[in-house]
Structures are given as structure tokens and as C-alpha cells.
């Protein structure tokens, strides 16, 4: 086996050969006298090395400062870095472990002890690296087959009706790009992006209730006599009803909940004239709602046994005159603005047929699930790994080194708030820490679904989120910010339906520099904390830029 | 003279050294190494010149070095100066610049000896 290459980087020549002696017959060790020289050897061989031995006190350029340079690029991703300095001071120890040290290793050295700690961190780098491609792996494998197996039920739905077997595909991508314009443009309808995903993979479902109406009635070039309209109605609600006979544990899977309401409800119509159920408004779910809209567009301007396709003007005329039943205003309004997007979209997935698009799968991973944060569903390799570092693993929101790394210095900030949960350290000692885990995901899903896209969630530490606001009114603020509270006291946690959990939320308005703001909305929050699960906001007043009141509501 | 005898003329701790690097060997190439090692002369020069920073680094290094090599009172003597240099002290760090020194010939005259003890 190939010899695994440390780095040893001292100015003392005596240290350096003293740990080449102790290590060079189990390891490829290679020197560097200064933090320069270091640097110069990483940028251009860093991925041969798999730890970094690493003197603080050196001229040019000190460890610290490599530290520092190393954690600012991540090249620490790949190697971990063990501290040798002479000087252990507290001080010195907690700095070089605040910026990114791995572990530390005292002097004198030991030859034993160095062995050890040497060999039981490269072991763990290696295991978590082997461990995260396993991951990644599996993510895929599943996804790939839950994608497949939706797309052979919903061929086998169109294979019977005579269809292109595009129309499923095409709905799917419609459906899709008007949620993402939808929650842009409003945050009415609280959809996150996995929300997003798993509608419009559920949307490939809705025509499943099909199956039951007899090849007559469902391939009939002509038109349906009036009976016969009446049978053909009935495929949403069998659709439905097939997808609730499922078993108990089935049913209640997010992807089935969602496909049941697409199936029942993609024929009803804003103004209640749809069927199966006459639905009026927002009364029918906005899965259903998109996916009705979605289906009426890839109709028209499809080929079917009973007509010609129309152009895309042609049947964006036709729907907004209403020639095709009422739709949600805010819908169509989407769907005007998509309309670009969709032209082109639909033209490549007709070029693009069946087996390519399982391949191209690969790059439409859906990693936003895997590492659940609400940014882009289909990511680029760079962004993954942006994902990866900027986010926290527990609760998907970002993470601290986010927050220092694109806000503290920012001065742009319109407001912020300081989001802390209420006797968090209780829940741990009455129910156990993984109670304690569910509840912080819980918390954190529910401030997440609260917040605009356009909205940054930090887990700051702990039980603390920390949330900023770009361009937000001042009412929506406050009304933001009680409604977290609110959902947050009557959030119920399946598995431990005692638990209660509350949070006290300190907010800010006002612009200036987010350090600034953060400090204010911090003791905002400890003024909530007083009686807990209380929202409390200062209004900076824009002239003085000083604390001119605060309000609690 | 062997080398535990060394260390006990200047001031250092055999068994201790012995017992980490656990080669005697090593541990002699390592003293003899110390023979050639500049940062003494570097601490004196910084220190006559008033260049404090690369003192500091010097007698620093020194330090390390004795820690590793169980040079126990080179160690005590290096230690307090760095310490003092830290604080910015200069003159109680030039105070104490004769203490180390005589610490730091201890042991290179007694490494001498055993060199020339061992070739004969």
C-alpha cells in the first residue's frame, strides 16, 4: 500500500527531523519551514497530503495565518490539520481549534502518542470521507429509482390512453416552474422547494384513475356524449381513492398525500365549476391548482386524437380568456411569466426522449433533500459543496460560518431577528437528546416554511437561529415573526406528543450594519425571555439611527 | 561518560527523553544535532540589537527543543524568558540572558566531552 504524505511545517530544524525520525517509516513526510513555504506546497499538491503537522510561532507567515488561509479556501476538506506548538496556552489552543485545528498534540513528543494520534485522525478523515461518498451514493440509487418506478406507473397510465408519453413529462416540468415562479412572486402559499420537488413528481400521478375507464370512451376520436363525459369525470376521484386504499404507512407518505390531492382535485376550477367536488378558490390545495393548469396548457398545445395542437400564444389566449375554466389570478400571472422559460423547456424535453433522461438524471439530483435546505433544487458539483459547508446538518438551515462569512460585515440589512427556543436545555433532560434534536428540526422546518425565499435562516448555536430579511415592510415583519411564534407553540411532535415547545424571538427594523442589528435583536430576545414565548421588536429611527421605540406584542 | 552521565552534569532528565523516543541512538543524534543549532546565537545577536520579535521566536524555538529533548533547566531558563518576552519585558528578559547562556554552555560542553569521550 502507498505510504499516506504528511506535512510537517516548523522553522526549528531539530523539531522537524525530530517527528521525521519518529514518523518517516510508516509515513511519506515531507517539510516546510515557514507558513509560506506551506501554503506554496498545498496550492499545488494538496490533494497527495492527508494531515498537516503545523507550528504556530514561524516567520513569513505564522500558523495562525495558515490556519486561516487553509479554512477560507476548505482546503481542509481533504486533510486535517494537527497543531505541534510549543506554546500551549489555553489561549493559543482554543484559537487554533476555533480556525478549523483538527486536534493538538503536545510537546515533548512522544513517539507512541504521536504515532497514535496521527493514525487514529487519519482513520477518521478517511471514514468520513468513505462514509459521505456512500451516502451520496445511495441518495442517488434511490433517487433514481423512485423516479423510475413513478415514470413506468405514469407510461403505463399513458400507454393505455393512446398519448405521446411526453404529456406526463411535460406536466411534470410545468407544474414545477409555475410553483417556483409562484413563491417568488408571493409567499402566500408557504412551499419550499422540496415542497416543490415532491409535487411535481407527485404530478406525474394524476391521471392514474384512468386505468378504470374502459379503451371506448377513453381512445374515442370523436367527441364524448354527455353520458360518456359523465364516466371519464370519474377517473380523479378513483384516482384518489386508489392512491387512499393503500396501506396506512403508505398512504401517509408526503409523495402519496400529495399525488392524492392531484388526483382528485386537477379538475376543479377556481370558481367552483370543476369537478369532482366543485372546489371553489384556494379551497383546492395549490398542488392541485398548478397541476390543473399545467395539464390544460400541455393539452392544448399537444397533439391529441380529438385535435390539432395549438401555438403557445394560441393557448395562452385561450386560457386567459377562460375558454378552459377559471384559474388562480396569481396562477395565470405566473404562467405568462414562465412563458419563455417553458417554450424552450417543453422543446427540449420533446428533443430528449425516455432512456437519455434517466441518464441525465444524474445531474438533476435532487441534493436539496439529501442535505435539505431550500435553495436550488438541480446543483452544480460547486454549489453542492457550498451546501455542504454552509450548511447545518441537524435542522438544514445555514450554519454559523455562513452568517460569518456573508453577513456580519454586511451594512444593507434591513432587519433581523434572534429566534431562541424556550427551556430547551428541559426538553433535553425530561425527554433525551434526541427529542431534543426532533425538536430543534422541528423548529427550524417551521421558520423555514415561515419565511420568504429571499429570507437567510443561520443556526447561530445551539437552540438559536438567527434570521435576515432583505426588503421586508414593517408590518410583514412583525407579522413574520408572530406567526413563527405562533406555529412554534402549537407545533406537535409525533413521537413525543407531551413535549412543548415555545420560542422567544428579539426582532430588529431598521437598515445598518448586521453586527449592529444582530446585538440589538439579541437583547430584544432577552427581553422576551423574560416571559418566554414573546416576540419583542425595536424600530431604529432612521434620521438618528438610535433605538426610538419598541413594541411587544 | 555515557549519555545518562551527560544529562545528569547539565541538568536534564534521561529516563524521560529515553522513555519517549525510546532509542538511545536518537537521542544522541538529536543532542549532537543541538551542536550546530543557531538559535542560541540568533537569540544573543536579536537580543543585542533590540530586535525583540525575533528574540522571542529564537528562545522560543530554544524551548521547544529542550522539551523534546528533556533539557530540563535549558528548558526552565528559556521558558522564563519567553515568558518575559511575551510580556514585552525587555529588561527583565535581558536579565536573564546570562542564566540561559550558562545553561546553554552546561550542556554544550558536557555534549562536547561525551563526543570526544566516545571517540577515543
Not at chain 1, 369537478?275 to 390545495?285: F, S, V
Not at chain 1, 422541528?442 to 415561515?450: D, G, N, V
Not at chain 1, 437561529?465 to 413563527?484: A, D, H, Q, W, Y
Request: glycine share 6%.
Amino acid at each position: 500500500m502507498k505510504k499516506q504524505k504528511i506535512l510537517i511545517v516548523d522553522d526549528s530544524e531539530m523539531n522537524r527531523s525530530l517527528l521525521v525520525d519518529i514518523l518517516e517509516d510508516q509515513y511519506d513526510v515531507v517539510e516546510a519551514e515557514n507558513g509560506l513555504e506551506a501554503i506554496t506546497i498545498l496550492s499545488q499538491h494538496r490533494a497527495d497530503f492527508s494531515l498537516l503537522l503545523l507550528d504556530i510561532m514561524m516567520p513569513e507567515m505564522d500558523g495562525f495565518e495558515v490556519l486561516a488561509y487553509i479554512n477560507k479556501y476548505h482546503w481542509n476538506d481533504g486533510f486535517a490539520v494537527i497543531m505541534i506548538s510549543a506554546d500551549d496556552s489555553p489561549a493559543n489552543i482554543k484559537r487554533a481549534y476555533d480556525l478549523g485545528a483538527f486536534d493538538y498534540i503536545n510537546r515533548p513528543f512522544d513517539s507512541t502518542i504521536v504515532h497514535r494520534r496521527i493514525s487514529n485522525t487519519m482513520v477518521l478523515y478517511a471514514k468520513q470521507r468513505h462514509l459521505e461518498k456512500i451516502i451520496v451514493d445511495q441518495f442517488y440509487e434511490q433517487e433514481k429509482n423512485n423516479k423510475l418506478m413513478v415514470s413506468v406507473l405514469s407510461h403505463v397510465v399513458e400507454f393505455r390512453n393512446g398519448e405521446s408519453g411526453l404529456h406526463v413529462q411535460h406536466v411534470n416540468t410545468i407544474t414545477e416552474l409555475l410553483l417556483r415562479k409562484l413563491i417568488q412572486r408571493t409567499d402566500k402559499y408557504p412551499l419550499s422547494i422540496n415542497d416543490i420537488t415532491l409535487i411535481s413528481t407527485a404530478s406525474s400521478l394524476h391521471d392514474i384513475g384512468k386505468i378504470s375507464i374502459s379503451d371506448e370512451i377513453l381512445n374515442k376520436p370523436g367527441r364524448l356524449t354527455s353520458e360518456e363525459f359523465e364516466i371519464m369525470k370519474t377517473h380523479s376521484a378513483i384516482g384518489a381513492k386508489m392512491l387512499m386504499d393503500l396501506p396506512v404507512e403508505q398512504k401517509e407518505m408526503p409523495l402519496v398525500k400529495a399525488a392524492c390531492e392531484i388526483c382528485r382535485w386537477h379538475h376543479e376550477r377556481y370558481d367552483g365549476r370543476g369537478y369532482p367536488d366543485g372546489l371553489m378558490g384556494d379551497e383546492i390545495p395549490i398542488s392541485a391548482q398548478a397541476v390543473a393548469l399545467a395539464d390544460v396548457y400541455d393539452a392544448l398545445t399537444s397533439e391529441r386524437c380529438y385535435k390539432k395542437a395549438f401555438t403557445h400564444s394560441e393557448a395562452l389566449k385561450m386560457i386567459l380568456e377562460g375558454q378552459c375554466g377559471k384559474f388562480n389570478p396569481i396562477l395565470l400571472q405566473c404562467l405568462q411569466e414562465i412563458s419563455d422559460t417553458l417554450v424552450r423547456e417543453l422543446q427540449t424535453t420533446s428533443l430528449v426522449q425516455g432512456d437519455k433522461n434517466i441518464q441525465g438524471m444524474r445531474n438533476k439530483i435532487d441534493y436539496d433533500r439529501l442535505f435539505a435546505n431550500g435553495t436550488d433544487a438541480s446543483l452544480s458539483h460547486e454549489q453542492w459543496r457550498r451546501q455542504l459547508i454552509y450548511t447545518d446538518s441537524l435542522t438544514g438551515a445555514y450554519n454559523r460560518r455562513y452568517y460569518d462569512e456573508h453577513f456580519q460585515d454586511t451594512e444593507d440589512t434591513e432587519a433581523v431577528c434572534v429566534i431562541d427556543a424556550d427551556n430547551f436545555k428541559r426538553i433535553n433532560d425530561q425527554y433525551g437528546h434526541d427529542a431534543g434534536d426532533i425538536a430543534l428540526q422541528s423548529i427550524a422546518k417551521t421558520i423555514l416554511a415561515c419565511v420568504r425565499k429571499t429570507d437567510t435562516v443561520i443556526r447561530y448555536g445551539g437552540d438559536e437561529f438567527v434570521i435576515i430579511f432583505n426588503s421586508i415592510p414593517p408590518n410583514i415583519f412583525r407579522e413574520k415573526l408572530e406567526g413563527i411564534r405562533r406555529t412554534v407553540d402549537l407545533l406537535k411532535v409525533h413521537e413525543y406528543p407531551k413535549m412543548e415547545m415555545s420560542v422567544s424571538i428579539g426582532g430588529v427594523y431598521g437598515r445598518g450594519k448586521t453586527r449592529e442589528l444582530f446585538k440589538v435583536a439579541d437583547s430584544m430576545m432577552y427581553q422576551s425571555k423574560i416571559n418566554r414565548n414573546k416576540v419583542t421588536i425595536h424600530f431604529l429611527d432612521v434620521e438618528t439611527d438610535k433605538i426610538e421605540k419598541s413594541e411587544e406584542i | 561518560m555515557d549519555l545518562r552521565d551527560c544529562y545528569v552534569n547539565f541538568g536534564g532528565d534521561y529516563d524521560e527523553v529515553l522513555g519517549r523516543l525510546q532509542r538511545e541512538q536518537l537521542v544522541q543524534k538529536f543532542v549532537y544535532k543541538f551542536l550546530d543549532d543557531k538559535n542560541f546565537n540568533l537569540l544573543k545577536e536579536s537580543m543585542d540589537n533590540g530586535n525583540y520579535g525575533e528574540a522571542l521566536r529564537a528562545v522560543h524555538t530554544i524551548k521547544g527543543i529542550c522539551q523534546n529533548l528533556s533539557f530540563t533547566k535549558l528548558y526552565e531558563s528559556s521558558n522564563a524568558m519567553t515568558n518575559a518576552l511575551k510580556e514585552d519585558d525587555y529588561k527583565k528578559a535581558a536579565d536573564m540572558l546570562p542564566q540561559l547562556s550558562n545553561d546553554y554552555h552546561q550542556i554544550i560542553s558536557n555534549v562536547k566531552e561525551y563526543e570526544s569521550s566516545k571517540e577515543e
